[in-house]
């Protein structure tokens, strides 16, 4: 076999060699481009049904919560804040859940822990899962069950910052806007005071509550 034969025989096994491997590495490709999707549609396969099984939880709670708040039957409220902490194992970061317990706890007394709930429901991570007006609503709840723990009489910055948010967010939200001129004329900012009672009424014609706080302010 002269040179030249011999040099067309190692090309052409280089050439099979060369297209053998590129099968090989399009095969692998293949293969994995398949099993990624199937490996993720699994990881959310699974997490629709923590989710589904964490609203389900979430439900009970909330029927449990209801139940307690028109029968004054405080084990109901136990049990709503159990299931809660059920959905919250399942889905951490559904604020939803958090505002559950923190309202289950609040019927039971518990204001400090309550406060503690709904802090973590309006955390950057889970304050997400909630719509504008329904961040509005846990706002004012928030400044609510402060001023439950702290009063009136000692409020702070945190309280305003709340209900001054809240208002923001959600314009009809007239409790807020009530509370808000509350807090106002303990800080002795009447002119604030006037404004917020007066959004109040925009609102909700009918709010005694500040038709005569402003017949107070306008004396």
Same mark, same amino acid.
């Given at each position: 076999?002269?040179?030249?034969?011999?040099e067309?025989?190692?090309k052409?096994?280089?050439?099979?060699?060369?297209?053998?491997?590129?099968?090989?590495?399009?095969?692998?490709?293949?293969?994995?481009?398949?099993?990624?999707?199937?490996?993720?549609?699994?990881?959310?396969?699974?997490?629709?049904?923590?989710?589904?099984?964490?609203? #389900?939880?979430? @439900?009970? =709670?909330?029927?449990? $919560?209801?139940? +307690?708040?028109?029968?004054?039957?405080?084990?109901?409220? %136990? *049990?709503?804040?159990?299931?809660?902490?059920?959905?919250?194992?399942?889905?951490?970061?559904?604020?939803?859940?958090?505002?559950?317990?923190?309202?289950?706890?609040?019927?039971?007394?518990?204001?400090?822990?309550?406060?503690?709930?709904?802090?973590?429901?309006?955390?950057?991570?889970?304050?997400?899962?909630?719509?504008?007006?329904?961040?509005?609503?846990?706002?004012?709840?928030?400044?609510?069950? #402060?001023?439950? @723990?702290? =009063?009136?009489?000692? $409020?702070?910055? +945190?309280?305003?910052?709340?209900?001054?948010?809240?208002? %923001? *967010?959600?314009?009809?939200?007239?409790?807020?806007?009530?509370?808000?001129?509350?807090?106002?004329?303990?800080?002795?900012?009447?002119?604030?005071?006037?404004?917020?009672?007066?959004?109040?009424?925009?609102?909700?014609?009918?709010?005694?509550?500040?038709?005569?706080?402003l017949?107070?302010?306008?004396?």
């Amino acid at each position: 076999m002269d040179f030249s034969e011999r040099e067309r025989r190692i090309k052409f096994i280089a050439d099979i060699l060369i297209q053998a491997v590129t099968a090989i590495i399009v095969l692998g490709i293949f293969v994995l481009l398949y099993k990624l999707p199937q490996y993720y549609i699994s990881k959310l396969r699974s997490r629709n049904k923590s989710n589904v099984e964490a609203r #389900r939880h979430f @439900v009970a =709670g909330a029927q449990l $919560l209801a139940k +307690s708040r028109s029968s004054k039957d405080l084990s109901a409220a %136990k *049990l709503a804040v159990d299931e809660a902490d059920k959905s919250i194992a399942l889905d951490p970061y559904d604020a939803a859940s958090h505002i559950l317990k923190s309202m289950a706890l609040d019927l039971l007394g518990f204001k400090t822990a309550a406060i503690e709930a709904i802090d973590v429901a309006l955390s950057p991570l889970a304050v997400k899962s909630l719509e504008t007006e329904e961040r509005a609503d846990a706002l004012l709840k928030r400044a609510e069950l #402060r001023i439950g @723990v702290s =009063g009136k009489e000692r $409020l702070d910055d +945190s309280v305003m910052q709340d209900l001054v948010e809240s208002v %923001k *967010l959600k314009k009809e939200n007239w409790k807020a806007f009530v509370l808000l001129g509350e807090c106002y004329e303990k800080k002795e900012m009447k002119d604030e005071a006037v404004e917020a009672y007066e959004s109040a009424i925009r609102v909700e014609p009918e709010c005694k509550v500040a038709v005569k706080a402003l017949d107070r302010l306008r004396d």
